[in-house]
Nanobody, 115 residues
């Protein structure tokens, strides 16, 4: 099994920045890709970004140029640097990965952007 714990959320004004962290533990040796998703109130969970073990990244169009995903394999941690935040970025942000065919999610961290 894999456990994921997110942190770093909070309240920020529009135009501000936050950095989210997600620490993986447990059966981490088979982890390859790590991802961030988010879910706003009343909406479906949506994809934000992916980073592979070799640091290849991919982003949703809505965050491209503003968000940066990175990882520290030695510390089993993935980060999401969020700049120029907008009110529409308000959501619970979730870390996601899969190991041996099983998907895992963290508990989420709330990001609220005020206008």
């Amino acid at each position: 099994q894999v456990q994921l714990v997110e942190s770093g959320g909070g309240l920020v004004q529009a135009g501000g920045s936050l950095r989210l962290s997600c620490v993986a533990s447990g059966n981490i040796f088979s982890i390859r890709d790590m991802r961030w998703y988010r879910q706003a109130p009343g909406k479906l969970r949506e994809y934000v970004a992916t980073i592979t073990r070799s640091a290849i990244t991919n982003y949703a169009d809505s965050v491209k140029g503003r968000f940066t995903i990175s990882r520290n394999n030695a510390m089993n941690t993935v980060y999401l640097q969020m700049n120029d935040l907008k009110p529409e970025d308000t959501a619970v942000y979730y870390c996601n990965t899969d190991s041996q065919g099983i998907g895992y999610w963290g508990q989420g961290t709330q990001v609220t952007v005020s206008s």
